[in-house]
């Protein structure tokens, strides 16, 4: 049994910032790739950004140069920096990981609970 536990959303003023972060949390796992992905009420969830156990980052061109994901491999927590918010960055954000628990052959997909990201303008 593992869970991912969010913190960080608020409400934030255009070009302000905020910084998200989720830790896993259980026993007998290793956590693999760990990803931000966000969803606006109405429009489909998107990736936003990913991070590779060795630290490899990628991110969505909408928030390129604005953003950064790192990560604690120690605490098994994934932080989402993010600055110079936008409007459209207004949605629910949420963590997720690959996750291999031992015993098991290959990793599965947890989420976190979703924490409400809203920029006013």
């Known amino acids: 049994q593992v869970q991912l536990v969010e913190s960080g959303g608020g409400l934030v003023q255009a070009g302000g910032s905020l910084r998200l972060s989720c830790a896993a949390s259980?026993?007998?796992?290793?956590?693999?790739?760990m990803t931000w992905h966000r969803q606006a009420p109405g429009k489909q969830r998107e990736l936003v950004a990913a991070i590779s156990t060795g630290g490899t980052t990628k991110y969505a061109d909408s928030v390129k140069g604005r953003f950064t994901i790192s990560r604690d491999n120690a605490k098994n927590t994934v932080y989402l920096q993010m600055d110079s918010l936008k409007p459209e960055d207004t949605a629910v954000y949420y963590c997720?990981?690959?996750?291999?628990?031992?015993?098991?052959?290959?990793?599965?997909?947890?989420w976190g609970q979703g924490t409400q990201v809203t920029v006013s303008s």
């Open positions: 259980g026993s007998r796992f290793s956590v693999s790739t």
């Open positions: 997720n990981a690959d996750i291999l628990v031992v015993g098991k052959i290959s990793t599965y997909d947890y």
